[in-house]
């Protein structure tokens, strides 16, 4: 037994296949879109090749990695426990139902549901823009059980997107109350600065809010609320239009200092 695992991760929109020790430090990666494994340990090279079999798609290259950049080195030297890149959108509402799915029969639909399908919608959304220079992290956990639904990296800077269910309901904006239909409004916004705030303070970087509302019918603000976005989750995609505050280098440094949930441990 070679003791080897390997890892699926996301990177520019192509699956990469991490090759990791049992300590979970990385000795190879597998490249798909390039048909090529770069070897960190070349002594390794046939138990590498044995735990990535099931994976190849045909002939491949193998060898030492290009050089690489300082945010590659930081992702090789992360643990994949503390890598939240894999999380999906949603992921806590997923482990959470998947732990405590509820009862069989209910009175009425389970809300988490539909803050899940929120949360997808959003983050598929958000995926889209990696093409375009972006990089989106989902479900990153904050101290005291909250989190900050998504985080989106790019040219345009970094936004802590935070989603709601809206489906075919007017949505009335009274900053900072929001009021999907005819529920009561609450303080909404008021949570979605405090997620960009304590983003920005373990990032030491300006976040931006925003607010995702997921298939409104309507929108109503009575004011433009202060410093937070309002879009839609068909208007996700705008963001990619913005550009001019981070260059490629930045995005990618502040994307692996964002991945890493130890970034994340401190209260802010």
């Known amino acids: 037994m070679s003791g080897l695992r390997v890892v699926p991760t996301w990177r520019h929109g192509q699956e990469r296949l991490y090759v990791c020790l049992t300590d979970g430090r990385n000795i190879a990666w597998y490249d798909r879109e390039a048909a090529r494994v770069n070897l960190l340990s070349e002594d390794r090279e046939d138990d590498v090749l044995h735990a990535l079999g099931p994976f190849l798609t045909g002939p491949v290259a193998v060898g030492p990695p290009p050089v690489p950049t300082p945010a590659e080195l930081a992702r090789l030297a992360l643990h994949p426990d503390d890598d939240l890149a894999p999380n999906r959108p949603g992921e806590a509402l997923l482990v959470a139902m998947d732990r405590d799915p509820g009862p069989t029969h209910r009175l009425r639909p389970d809300p988490r549901r539909r803050a899940l399908a929120a949360e997808q919608a959003v983050g598929e959304a958000l995926d889209r823009l990696d093409r375009a220079g972006w990089h989106a992290l989902h479900s990153i956990p904050l101290p005291g059980g909250d ?34 239909g005819r529920r009561e409004p609450r303080p909404l916004l008021r949570r979605v600065r405090a997620d960009a705030d304590r983003a920005s303070y373990a990032l030491t970087a300006e976040v931006h809010p925003v607010l995702a509302l997921v298939a409104p019918s309507a929108v109503s603000l009575t004011a433009p609320p202060r410093g937070v976005r309002i879009i839609t989750d068909t208007e996700v995609e705008s963001l990619a239009r913005l550009g001019g505050v981070l260059k490629p280098a930045d995005v990618e440094a502040l994307h692996a200092m964002a991945r890493d949930r130890r970034t994340w441990a401190s209260g802010g």
């Open 147 to 180: 989190r900050v639904h998504h985080l989106a990296i790019g040219p345009g800077g970094l936004f802590a997107i935070h989603t709601l269910y809206a489906r075919k309901q007017r949505v009335t904006v009274a900053d900072p109350m929001v009021a999907p």
